[in-house]
């Protein structure tokens, strides 16, 4: 939508509010130009000549050469091993600064630490003492924790230091040593840990054990989203449609429900529609389809059935009417679909009935949901011609947006009438000079002009 | 090459060298020539440690990138794989071993998993039947990436996601570990701040940590003075909305990582003297981006409207060195113009650089251009930038936020990307205290028939992190919380800023906003605001050992470390770096975070993983 620059100036004024303006624009634009004349004319004084010292090599994809993702390339070609350019890291650090290195500082004691290893692991250790061994990555046997209450305590002690990689490793064990039904159990009065837990299986991918973990949870909403979830791993489009219908019963809140419905239903039409695609229809000999309609949005699809079945009766399950109803579609949504795919089709006839409705007296006007500036927006980007735009344009009631895109467009006649409307003659004096000499269009300006009739206001 | 690091108010070299020096023992421990095989992404963070030089004076003959099948032949004694703890790559690694040829001269394997090593990707490679094959697993503790003087990062992408959808808190373990190392090196913080519950989590696990090590007192005087501990869903708001700042633009349109960018080539072309530009490259043009370039440490923190006005000023400059020698008439005269000239080069073509990427930016967001052009393409562009930028601004003001935008409506009409649709309709979520059930439903209709109903998942999980969600309580506070802490100011001025809010021409970042509150007034001033955001806000103190404790002078300023837990803006990190310059603040800032982003790759991080569409 182009907004005329009075226009704009009158909305920026009269709102409360501020936008990323360019106040100076002409200036700032300038500026930039400036800075380009200057660089491009020193560009031309000395030889390019990268100063060595100074400036890291770069080479023409930015990356500095002899940075690590750089020389993983050049290594891997055995052609170029000998020649790494020299590059000086030295820091200029003094190099007392940093004598240590990161982990020497949680380090503590090393040489307890040795010994600690050769330490016989089986030992008695207690869950606090184990805990702190498997920070410190040494080895330890979970092993020896045989009970219940062992196997808690030894959990809670790891969920007690925060350490995650802790907390899953206790985790792997208790889930090799129990049963379900305890784990989950012990789990739900320990979030931290569920929550690790459930991390754990969605990385692991152990779809059925999580499902059960849910479901034992009673987190059934989550349940039903990560079984509807698996649909996307289904590429045969039958079998995706018979899982989708067998989770349309699954405990979605209400309006998820109504959404995983529409899927299922999206894609049995979709499954239909892709059968009919036979070579005998002139239509697709015509347009010849560029990919498959399964699996793609409703919006899409319904584009596809205005473009290939526009004209069936409502019957059918590839009638737009017909896909717009199941689907309760907006009013919007659907005009600016079928809109789109007839005026690709140059069907201009189909895009005028579209607009056009009758009154009781039997009188047609037009009428639209959106507004006439997007529907003469989207006709222009399908190339309609100036007849059929200069007839949305005509309907723009704003005035300024109107002369606006009837000049964005070229409906001379649209501009003219408005002018006339206006009773501007110093606009439609100007305008004469923006039409063709000797054209129709000038013409009517002189007529207009020249017409008594009219009583300009200037 | 890391000298930009130094130049700060913090000496970040000292953790870089550190890290370095830790990266070196490792190195030695695998005696004998070597072959690093690198997760990929692992090698821009890496770069900001360690150039190839280091590795090759330990003996690295060999680099190659992890990748299935049999590993590439190398004459070596050790094999090295850097990786980051994931399951997927444990498989890639076992398979690399098994296809090794085992009567062909044995080779040591060795695992470095960086940040942490993982039990339970060790507990897949023994699954694997590899685990025996491994002489060392060891873990580099790169938790803090230094990224510029007074920028470090941890570069963990799913923090945000794992803290706040998932509810694990491994990230945080780390991100308290990674602040205990800050406190080896830099001294002990004694005053923390915190606001959310992942803040206080993390003060929780560093003060319980600090009790572990009681024995070894720390004796290096403090560096810095306070940490403010920040969640990111404390101010959900910020993100969402489109930066104003030059890099925050470049971070939007073209993304940075690691602090590289790439951008379209076509403007880089250098025309020599009569050469035609025929070969334009097709590459993309990468550069990289740091206070290290004197010229971008200038302009990147500015409001873009007045990036243009800095660049002509610095051309004049250039200029007017360039031209000194026709002045230049003795020998002593042309020889110290000489001296100069590498300098004036690098500016030059550092001047060259950033005139390309404003004219690049400028052709997106400059609604005007098209009066100038006859191209298409760019007034779409611009257009949408403006509009998109209009309805940005209505909603961080609180017009209209509790009924169905026709913007976005029109977005998702037109097929707009989904990632935009859904910063929209999250902001005018945040900006309403939640949606009216009924536009909260439509949008989610529409979102759903146009781009496809499995992404159900995403808008799932948008609500839970509560970046999206219905209205529960009919009171709105946002009105309350954005008048109190000034959150929208009228005359933001762009080109000579007197307040933060220039980084968002209009909108000051509330996280800022409670930073700038906490220097001063304080933030008992704010108490009722503080209540309507989420988690609890507190003080906690360290004991320091006598003798550490700070004789200030008269007129020094004081320094605070901001943790952004769960990521932070490029145009945040601008507000702060504005304070610190200002005069009377009396502070100077020091941003971490667990990861820099923006709306898009935030979002993008929150969306059902797109991998789970390959079995």
Redesign the interface.
Same mark, same amino acid.
């Given at each position: 939508? #182009?907004k005329s620059?009075a226009d704009e100036e009158d909305y920026w004024n009269s709102s409360? @509010?501020?936008? *990323?303006t *360019?106040d100076d &624009?002409d200036d &700032? *634009?300038t500026?930039?130009k400036?800075?380009?004349?200057?660089?491009? $004319?020193?560009?031309?004084?000395?030889e390019? &000549?990268?100063?060595e010292?100074?400036?890291?090599k770069?080479s023409?994809? =930015?990356?500095?050469v002899?940075?690590?993702?750089? $020389?993983?390339r050049e290594?891997?070609s055995s052609l170029r &091993?000998q020649s @790494?350019p020299?590059?000086?890291?030295t820091?200029?650090?003094p190099k007392n600064?940093?004598g240590? $290195?990161? $982990?020497s500082?949680?380090k503590g004691k090393e040489g307890e630490r040795e010994m600690m290893d050769c330490a016989d692991y089986v030992s008695d250790w207690s869950p606090e003492e184990t805990v702190h061994r498997?920070q410190q990555?040494k080895a330890v046997s979970l092993e020896k924790f045989r009970s219940l209450q062992e196997k808690l305590l030894l959990l809670d002690e790891a969920v007690g230091v925060?350490? =995650?990689?802790?907390i899953?490793?206790v985790l792997?064990y208790l889930k090799k040593s129990l049963s379900k039904e305890v784990l989950f159990r012990e789990l739900e009065s320990r979030?931290?840990a569920l929550?690790?837990f459930?991390?754990?299986l969605t990385?692991?991918k152990e779809q059925r054990l999580l499902l059960e973990l849910y479901r034992a949870l009673g987190r059934t909403e989550d349940e039903a989203?990560l079984q509807?979830?698996e649909?996307?791993?289904i590429?045969d489009e039958n079998k995706r449609r018979d899982f989708l219908k067998s989770c349309v019963s699954l405990p979605f809140s209400p309006?998820?429900a109504g959404?995983?419905q529409?899927?299922y239903t999206?894609l049995e039409r979709q499954i239909i529609i892709e059968a009919e695609t036979g070579g005998k229809v002139e239509i697709f000999q015509k347009f010849p389809r560029r990919a498959s309609i399964l699996? #793609?949005?409703?919006?899409t699809t319904l584009y596809y059935c205005c473009f290939y079945h526009y004209a069936e009766t409502e019957g059918t399950y590839s009638s737009p009417a017909n896909i717009r109803q199941t *689907?309760?579609?907006?009013e919007?949504?659907y005009f600016?679909?079928a809109l789109a795919a007839r005026a690709k089709l140059k069907a201009w006839h189909d895009v005028d009935a579209l607009f056009t409705s009758r009154n009781w007296l039997g009188f047609t006007r037009k009428k639209s949901p959106l507004s006439f500036s997007?529907v003469a927006d989207i006709l222009s980007k399908n190339n309609a011609p100036v007849q059929v735009l200069q007839e949305y344009v005509g309907l723009v009631d704003d005035v300024e947006l109107r002369v606006a895109l009837a000049q964005k467009y070229k409906c001379h006649f649209i501009v003219i009438s408005t002018y006339r409307d206006l009773k501007d003659r110093q606009l439609l004096l100007g305008y004469r000079g923006k039409v063709e000499r000797g054209s129709e269009e000038e013409r009517k300006i002189d007529e207009l002009l020249s017409n008594p009739q009219i009583r300009w206001k200037n | 090459m890391a000298a930009h690091l130094s130049y700060g108010r913090v000496n970040l070299n000292i953790l870089r060298e550190a890290a370095r020096k830790e990266l070196r023992e490792f190195l030695d421990k695998c005696a004998g020539s070597k072959a690093i095989v690198w997760d990929e992404y692992l090698t821009g963070p890496f770069g900001l440690i360690a150039q190839y030089s280091l590795l090759k004076e330990h003996e690295v003959e060999k680099m190659f990138t992890l990748k299935g099948g049999r590993l590439p032949a190398a004459d070596v004694k050790n094999i090295i794989f850097f990786v980051r703890p994931r399951l997927e790559l444990m498989d890639i690694i076992a398979e690399n071993v098994f296809s090794e040829d085992k009567m062909h001269s044995p080779r040591d394997f060795h695992i470095l998993f960086v940040p942490r090593r993982s039990m339970l990707c060790e507990q897949r490679l023994k699954e694997q039947g590899v685990l025996g094959s491994f002489t060392n697993i060891d873990e580099y503790i790169l938790d803090l990436i230094p990224y510029d003087g007074d920028l470090l990062s941890m570069e963990s992408e799913s923090a945000f996601r794992e803290c706040y959808l998932e509810n694990d808190q491994t990230s945080l373990y780390h991100t308290a570990k990674g602040l205990m190392t800050l406190q080896a090196l830099y001294g002990t913080i004694p005053q923390i701040y915190g606001k959310g519950e992942c803040a206080r989590h993390v003060a929780n696990m560093m003060l319980r940590m600090k009790r572990e090590f009681a024995g070894s007192q720390n004796q290096i005087l403090p560096v810095f003075d306070t940490l403010l501990l920040l969640d990111r869903n404390v101010d959900l708001l910020t993100p969402l909305a489109t930066q104003l700042t030059y890099e925050g633009l470049i971070d939007e349109i073209y993304g940075i990582t690691n602090g590289y960018v790439k951008l379209p080539p076509e403007k880089f072309a250098q025309k020599k003297q009569g050469e035609t530009g025929k070969d334009l490259p097709t590459e993309p043009k990468k550069l990289q981006l740091n206070s290290a370039e004197e010229l971008y440490a200038e302009i990147r923190d500015k409001n873009f409207n007045a990036v243009g006005a800095a660049l002509s000023k610095k051309a004049k400059i250039i200029s007017a060195a360039f031209e000194e020698r026709h002045n230049a008439k003795t020998v002593g005269e042309i020889k110290q113009f000489v001296s100069q000239l590498p300098h004036m080069q690098a500016a030059r073509s550092s001047l060259a650089n950033h005139t390309s990427i404003a004219e690049l930016i400028k052709d997106i967001t400059s609604l005007l251009y098209y009066n100038k052009t006859s191209c298409n393409s760019l007034v779409s562009a611009s257009e949408a930038f403006f509009d998109n930028l209009t309805v940005e601004q209505e909603f961080m003001t609180g017009v209209d936020t509790d009924k169905v935008n026709t913007y976005i409506e029109d977005c998702i009409a037109q097929k707009d990307p989904l990632i935009k649709i859904l910063r929209l309709v999250c902001m005018q979520s945040v900006c309403n205290n939640g949606l009216k059930q009924k536009v909260l439903d439509y949008y989610k209709r529409e979102i759903l028939q146009t781009y496809g109903y499995e992404h159900m998942l995403t808008l799932n999980n948008l609500e839970k992190t509560g970046l999206l969600k219905p209205q529960t309580s009919s009171r709105n506070n946002y009105p309350t919380i954005r008048k109190t802490l000034k959150l929208w100011m009228e005359d933001a001025n762009e080109q000579n800023p007197n307040d933060i809010s220039y980084v968002y021409s209009g909108y000051a970042p509330l996280s800022i906003r409670l930073t700038q509150v906490l220097a001063r007034p304080g933030w008992r001033s704010i108490e009722e605001v503080l209540k309507m955001l989420p988690g609890p806000h507190f003080e906690e103190r360290q004991q320091l050992p006598a003798g550490l404790h700070k004789k200030r002078q008269q007129g020094e300023n004081r320094t605070t470390l901001v943790f952004f837990l769960g990521g932070v803006t490029y145009a945040e990190i601008a507000a702060l770096r504005f304070l610190s310059q200002m005069e009377d603040s009396g502070m100077e800032y020091i941003i971490a975070t667990t990861k820099l982003i923006n709306g898009t790759s935030w979002i993008k991080s929150l969306m059902d993983r797109p991998e789970s569409q390959s079995p």
């Open positions: 939508m #182009m620059k409360k @509010f501020k936008a *990323f *360019f &624009e &700032e *634009f500026k930039l400036e800075s380009r004349q200057a660089v491009n $004319s020193i560009c031309g004084l000395v390019e &000549e990268e100063d010292d100074e400036v890291e770069v023409w994809s =930015g990356e500095p002899g940075s690590i993702s750089w $020389s993983v290594t891997a &091993e @790494f020299k590059i000086d890291t820091p200029s650090l600064s940093s240590y $290195s990161l $982990s500082l949680f498997m990555g925060h350490d =995650g990689n802790v899953t490793a792997i979030q931290t929550r690790h459930i991390h754990y990385e692991s989203l509807y979830k649909h996307l791993r590429t309006e998820d959404h995983v529409d899927h999206l699996n #793609m949005p409703l919006i *689907f309760r579609i907006a919007k949504q600016v679909t997007r | -």
